[in-house]
């Protein structure tokens, strides 16, 4: 009995170890000084459950508070209103790219075709309120890792 007690305290030990050493940050730090303490949002990469990386085509509707995209679009009639789209993250990309001036597109916003490597959110089909992006409005998640073409889709409004 000893014995076999001390074999599985031996056979768990790693595990524990493991479990000791990769934990999971906190989505938001701590920042700020004395009384004026705030939390800061750590990202999305941190904080979301993501599949693996994989390439993406489509159109990016960068709205003033919004940034939609609709994999497998290729123009303004493939775009539907009513649909709700994931959030496309831009603001975390581990390679930074220009956008380019002039496109003007959707809902005062700017329509880009894109092709990019990125990651979706496990969870892509969240309700309002629960989801991502602006005020949780987004029922999915696709963070940027690296935009491999970029071509604005309008020049007018």
């Not at 014995?3 to 999971?24: E, G, H, I, N, T």
């Amino acid at each position: 009995m000893l014995l076999a007690a001390l074999l599985l305290q031996a056979a768990a030990s790693p595990d524990a170890k493991l479990r000791r050493l990769v934990r999971v940050p906190p989505c938001a730090r701590e920042a700020g000084e004395g009384s004026r303490k705030y939390l800061v949002y750590r990202g999305d990469r941190i904080c979301v459950d993501l599949d693996l990386p994989r390439v993406y085509e489509g159109i990016w509707i960068d709205e003033f508070e919004g940034q939609a995209f609709a994999e497998g679009a290729n123009s303004r009639a493939d775009l539907n209103p009513t649909n709700r789209l994931p959030w496309l993250n831009t603001y975390e990309a581990l390679t930074p790219f220009t956008k380019p001036a002039g496109s003007k597109g959707l809902y005062y916003g700017r329509l880009y075709k894109v092709r990019f490597v990125g990651r979706q959110a496990v969870d892509m089909k969240r309700e309002p309120m629960l989801g991502y992006g602006h005020f949780n409005l987004s029922p999915g998640l696709i963070v940027l890792n690296e935009m491999l073409s970029i071509t604005p889709l309008d020049t007018e409004h």
